[in-house]
Nanobody, 129 residues
Framework: EEQLVESGGGPVQAGGSLTLSCAAS????????MGWFRQAPGKEREVVAI????????YVLDSVKGRFTISKDSAKNTLYLQMNSLKPEDTAMYYC??????????????????????WGQGTHVTVSS
């Protein structure tokens, strides 16, 4: 079974940067559609960015475009989320997710958290003003 482990979260001041990492246990990681979600207290989990198995970007949330970058390093079996110009409203628990179905091609169905079969435990990001 796929195991995903996030790291890199923590406190940061507004305008600062963080890089989240998601290490995947499976050797066939490169075949997965993968994504980052976040969930703020009292809010639903929302998709932040999604990347296809070939590394092409499938989706980026409008409110983070130009500030966040999703990427994959297949050699390290790791998914990244580079977050720049952080804002207090970015404060949330961030989760990575993976889906091997559909040959690793992401689609609009992946905007919904219920679509994803594999999840990490999350890493918390707190942005102070």
């Amino acid at each position: 079974e796929e195991q995903l482990v996030e790291s890199g979260g923590g406190p940061v001041q507004a305008g600062g940067s963080l890089t989240l990492s998601c290490a995947a246990s499976a050797s066939n990681y490169y075949r997965y559609c993968m994504g980052w979600f976040r969930q703020a207290p009292g809010k639903e989990r929302e998709v932040v960015a999604i990347v296809n198995s070939d590394g092409s970007i499938s989706y980026v949330l409008d409110s983070v475009k130009g500030r966040f970058t999703i990427s994959k390093d297949s050699a390290k079996n790791t998914l990244y989320l580079q977050m720049n110009s952080l804002k207090p409203e970015d404060t949330a628990m961030y989760y990575c997710a993976a889906d091997l179905r559909n040959r690793g091609v992401c689609n609009s169905g992946h905007f919904e958290a219920t679509r994803w079969p594999y999840w990490g435990q999350g890493t918390h990001v707190t942005v102070s003003s």
